[in-house]
């Protein structure tokens, strides 16, 4: 028994983690952090304002930025209220990577990274934190492996992630090895 608990562990260890595990590619992300590239994002409609420092993509929004992807029907980008001009420039202000606060993203939300795939029904991702927080029947998948609950937390610059289930339910681990070649 303390044998399978052990690979349990050893197993949630290698689900949990959002950043890649082989050597060659975490150094390639020291030369190239994705923070560091730019954010492209595609939708249906734009709808931006700058009094609330808010833009809004609706219907079938994608935004990437290096191999991190965000799905979902709406993406809502917010920006940070200091340090921002209050001249005549107003949407010239929105758009300055370096001022986001956080992305929402709500409406069947798939966010991914290498074999890496997070679902639910909302997702905030914390610029400063680099965390992201899925909620509403979230699910993370790793290969054929899944970890389920009502709120997953990736710590994207941690290597580690939390899963949290409701009052009435459990979180649920199903785990695979790994094929060993």
């Not at 975490?26 to 595609?42: D, F, G, L, Y």
């Not at 219907?59 to 993406?75: P, R, S, T």
Request: proline share 3%.
């Amino acid at each position: 028994m303390k044998g399978k608990l052990w690979l349990i562990i050893l197993g949630l260890y290698l689900v949990l983690p959002w950043s890649l595990n082989d050597l060659p590619a975490a150094e390639v992300r020291k030369k190239n952090p994705v923070e560091s590239q730019p954010i492209e994002i595609t939708a249906d409609r734009l709808e931006a304002n700058d009094e609330k420092k808010m833009v809004l993509f609706s219907g079938n929004a994608v935004a990437v930025q290096g191999d991190l992807a965000i799905k979902a029907e709406n993406i809502f980008l917010f920006y940070k209220r200091e340090g921002r001009d209050k001249g005549k420039e107003g949407m010239m202000n929105i758009g300055k990577a370096g001022d986001l606060e956080r992305i929402e993203a709500r409406g069947q939300v798939a966010v991914s990274q290498s074999d890496r795939l997070v679902t639910g029904e909302q997702a905030v991702y914390y610029q400063d934190a680099k965390k992201i927080v899925m909620t509403g029947n979230a699910v993370m998948r790793q290969g054929s492996s899944t970890v389920q609950g009502d709120k997953i937390e990736v710590y994207l610059n941690e290597n580690r992630g939390v899963v949290e289930a409701s009052e009435n339910k459990r979180v649920k681990a199903t785990i695979y090895p790994a094929d060993k070649k």
